[in-house]
């Protein structure tokens, strides 16, 4: 799993270096000969850090899980990215940790305002389960959005998250609820 992490925030911090240089390259000179800003206020790159609640489908009771969220988007159109998104949950039952690992990706579209970013996607991926020594994975995918309220230029608050995570894992549908918030930073600002 830390290789899997590890790797994915390579890959994400190359595709911000590489769309920053590829920006640079093709900006139009100015009459003064320097170089002039497009008109687009996109980052390239934005990477969530956050927690929240997860309400476990699973149980009747209708368990709260807490946990961790993080999260990287390319946005390579105007209002159309990629996102990896990976999350755990842990909560204690009668004497027992459980934990869950969500790792998703999918396509995700933002809609951009000066103060806020409202996004929503739908992401594909898995779920690993662990209680009680065992251990079972499966598929997941998740529908989902929220919206970033912009701090600074490059940092923005995360008000909500809402995401519908099903997974199959032992042959049964589980139904899940997430909800986050955090801190978005914006990285390779046009």
Known sequence: MRKFVFLLGLVLSAAGLMHAQSVDAVAPESPSGGR?????????????AGGGLMRDGATSGNT???????????????????????????????GVGISQWHYLFGPRYSWRKERATLFGHFL????????????????????GGGVDYNATRNIAIRGFQVDYIP?????????????GAGV?????RE
Do not use: C
């Not at 008109?39 to 790159?45: F, K, L, N």
């Open 64 to 94: 709260l899980y807490g946990g961790l969220q993080f999260e990287g988007s390319y946005n390579f159109l105007e209002h159309l990215g990629a996102t990896a998104d990976l999350s755990w949950e842990h909560r204690s039952i009668a």
């Open 36 to 48: 002039q800003a497009k008109s687009s206020d996109q980052p390239a790159v934005e990477v969530f």
């Open 167 to 179: 997974s199959r894992l032992a042959g049964t549908w589980f139904h899940d609820f997430r909800v």
């Open 124 to 143: 594909l991926g898995g779920n690993s389960l662990r209680a009680g020594g065992g251990s079972t994975s499966g598929f997941a995918f998740g529908m």
């Open 184 to 188: 978005v930073f914006k990285i390779g």
